[in-house]
């Protein structure tokens, strides 16, 4: 689409891109924590954590799937407020690596990059109260997108719902077609809540997207599960 053209120039596909994101992924998973925390100042997992406690109530015993879960931080903070029953799901070797090590997955899913996570046809119907996702929808179009909500949508219980977190400039992009959710709202399977806009998504302005010279928001957006 014009969208996607714009994004890479005309250049860049999305195999391509793929490729060099996960290889990107590859060779900074063992010091990745790090440097989004001290350098980057990256809040996206405190704000997922915060806003999944608000979603769940105290049930403990939900069942969550942390989409895009690389090494874990989305996790951590979420388990720090009582939550525990979490399974991750991502493409990067390395990086599940680290997460398995740190103990805090009950299952880890290590899958294919795909934008349209095929693989979650393996998983059965209504197994999750929960999916989160931080910094990982509408990157690029090689990241997932709305065609995945459907999937998603399926592997979560009846009045469930699906939590992503993202910068607030990854949802303006034209490259997204959401018709798609539009479309899915109108056949009774999910119901998009209005955007919630948080501050201080990422604090250090100069490394992450441009938003005049100060700290991007975070887009906090719901989607609730009808069928």
Not at 62 to 90: C, L, N, P, Q, W
Request: aromatic share 8%; net charge negative.
């Amino acid at each position: 689409s014009s969208g996607i053209n714009a994004e890479y120039g005309g250049k860049i596909t999305v195999e391509e891109d793929l490729a060099t994101q996960q290889a990107v992924y590859e060779h900074f998973a063992e010091t990745y924590d790090e440097c989004l925390t001290s350098h980057d100042g990256y809040r996206a997992p405190i704000i997922t954590a915060e806003e999944t406690c608000i979603l769940l109530g105290g049930n403990s015993s939900a069942k969550i799937m942390d989409i895009g879960s690389g090494t874990g931080m989305v996790a951590e903070r979420i388990r720090e407020k009582g939550y525990t029953h979490i399974d991750a799901f991502d493409p990067n070797k390395k990086s599940c690596q680290v997460a398995q090590r740190k103990g805090i997955y009950e299952r880890i899913f290590l899958t294919e990059a795909s934008p349209k996570a095929a693989e979650l046809k393996l998983l059965l119907d209504n197994t999750y109260d929960l999916i989160v996702s931080a910094g990982t929808f509408w990157v690029t179009p090689s990241y997932p997108g709305v065609y995945m909500l459907e999937e998603l949508a399926r592997v979560i219980k009846p009045g469930g719902k699906i939590l992503l977190v993202v910068n607030e400039e990854y949802i303006q992009g034209d490259w997204q077609d959401w018709g798609v959710v539009k479309d899915l709202e109108k056949r009774g399977i999910l119901k998009a809540r209005p955007v919630k806009l948080v501050p201080n998504y990422r604090m250090n302005a100069s490394v992450s997207d441009t938003n005049q010279g100060k700290p991007p928001n975070g887009a906090v957006i719901v989607y609730d599960i009808l069928k």
